[in-house]
């Protein structure tokens, strides 16, 4: 294995490990903190708030089994 794919991976399993939905959820929230800000807009409660709700939604999958 190349060091690339084992850099890629490492970073892979870093980034998204176990719930890629948790990952997409605060990529989102960062580019739309992101959009707002580069407006002008006070966003600084829109990241906090998406880290918030994702992890409500991943422990209530968790605890729905």
Same mark, same amino acid.
């Given at each position: 294995?190349?060091?690339?794919?084992?850099?890629?991976?490492?970073?892979?399993?870093?980034? *998204?490990?176990?719930? !890629? %939905?948790?990952?997409?959820? /605060? &990529?989102?929230?960062?580019?739309? #903190?992101?959009?707002? @800000?580069?407006?002008? *807009?006070?966003?600084? !409660? %829109?990241?906090?708030?998406? /880290? &918030?709700?994702?992890?409500?939604? #991943?422990?209530?999958? @968790?605890?729905?089994?």
């Amino acid at each position: 294995m190349s060091r690339l794919v084992s850099f890629v991976r490492f970073w892979w399993e870093f980034v *998204v490990g176990d719930d !890629w %939905l948790v990952a997409v959820a /605060v &990529a989102a929230g960062i580019g739309a #903190t992101a959009a707002l @800000a580069s407006e002008h *807009v006070a966003a600084w !409660w %829109l990241l906090p708030l998406v /880290v &918030a709700l994702a992890l409500y939604v #991943t422990l209530r999958r @968790a605890t729905a089994d």
